[in-house]
């Protein structure tokens, strides 16, 4: 039998490298198991994204986050976080993706990986939610012009491009698209831009829109998508636009069917938020821990990085205590 882990944390986030902290601080044996690089979902993230969040919002173990700006972007969190890996030298696995853990008679979880098996005690689940797309379900979304994740701008450089959505992601995207000689059209499902978008981009995007810089539809689907054409349900009907790319940044969610075949329960209403402790982040299943974005089920908004740090110590103590 492999060795017993005191804890293994499936996720090298922010949130998962936390956890890991705070188990060292405890000298409980661990492992993190990461399916890609060292905080995988910010390395995904676009190449210019600003951060909401200050920096010392986004800290962990007490180690200061030294930014020359007032809101910190990608590079200089990766910097951070790589900084932190080398401050704490922590036992993690990259380029591993965990594929079951399934709790024995024994109380000891099993985790099976595509590279290894392992036991632990107990185990935090910290995979965010950044890796499943939410899908418009339209045709032609398979097309290889419709992208669901978005870099940067030069690729979309004087070409007609479509974007879906008027969250943080969208808005980014259009006023980046725009501003590289892009022809950018918005459909947005509500009829204004959400208003949970950066505080500095919010009245940009609404200005170039109301200029008519930017085209925006609101209250408006896109119905069918073409190689070279988007048809859209709009208030005035159905309207047919020239197109060569489709960026459908319509959010992602968790992989809530991993948490269901572990055992965890979640809510039967259309958030799917799974079942958990609030004060010590434990599900329904004993010994095993929810901790950051995941917790929200389909309110990915609802956790980040500032208000969930505290999971990992609450999930320590617990297993400590």
């Excluded at 200050?54 to 700006?69: D, K, Q, W, Y």
């Excluded at 419709?146 to 879906?164: D, M, N, T």
Aim: aromatic content about 10%; glycine content about 6%.
């Amino acid at each position: 039998m492999n060795k017993a882990y005191d804890l293994i944390i499936v996720g090298g986030g922010p949130i998962g490298l936390a956890c890991a902290i705070e188990a060292q601080k405890n000298k409980l044996s661990y492992l993190i198991v990461e399916k890609g690089t060292i905080v995988n979902s910010i390395f995904n993230y676009p190449l210019y994204m600003t951060f909401f969040s200050t920096a010392e919002r986004l800290e962990i173990g007490e180690i200061p986050f030294n930014c020359l700006t007032p809101k910190p972007g990608r590079q200089d969190a990766l910097e951070y976080y790589r900084n932190i890996h080398r401050y704490f030298n922590f036992n993690i696995h990259l380029f591993e993706r965990v594929n079951s853990v399934v709790k024995t008679e024994s109380e000891l979880f099993i985790i099976t990986s595509d590279k290894s098996t392992y036991n632990a005690k107990n185990v935090v689940i910290a995979t965010g939610f950044y890796d499943i797309p939410i899908e418009m379900n339209v045709e032609g979304e398979k097309l290889s012009k419709v992208r669901h994740y978005y870099k940067e701008a030069h690729e979309y450089a004087f070409q007609k491009v479509l974007i879906v959505g008027a969250n943080n992601s969208s808005v980014d995207a259009a006023l980046e698209c725009w501003r590289k000689g892009a022809d950018v059209t918005m459909v947005i499902r509500k009829n204004e831009i959400n208003n949970r978008v950066k505080y500095w981009a919010k009245p940009d995007i609404e200005n170039r829109i109301a200029e008519g810089s930017i085209k925006a539809y609101f209250e408006s689907n896109i119905s069918k998508i073409l190689q070279n054409k988007v048809s859209i349900s709009s208030p005035e009907g159905e309207i047919t636009i020239e197109n060569d790319f489709v960026l459908a940044l319509t959010g992602y969610k968790p992989d809530l069917s991993f948490l269901e075949r572990m055992g965890i329960e979640l809510n039967t209403d259309d958030k799917r938020a799974p079942k958990y402790d609030p004060e010590t982040m434990e599900t329904n299943v004993k010994g095993l821990f929810l901790a950051g974005v995941v917790c929200g089920g389909m309110e990915t908004h609802k956790w980040f990085i500032e208000n969930s740090r505290i999971h990992a110590k609450m999930i320590v103590d617990k297993i400590t205590s």
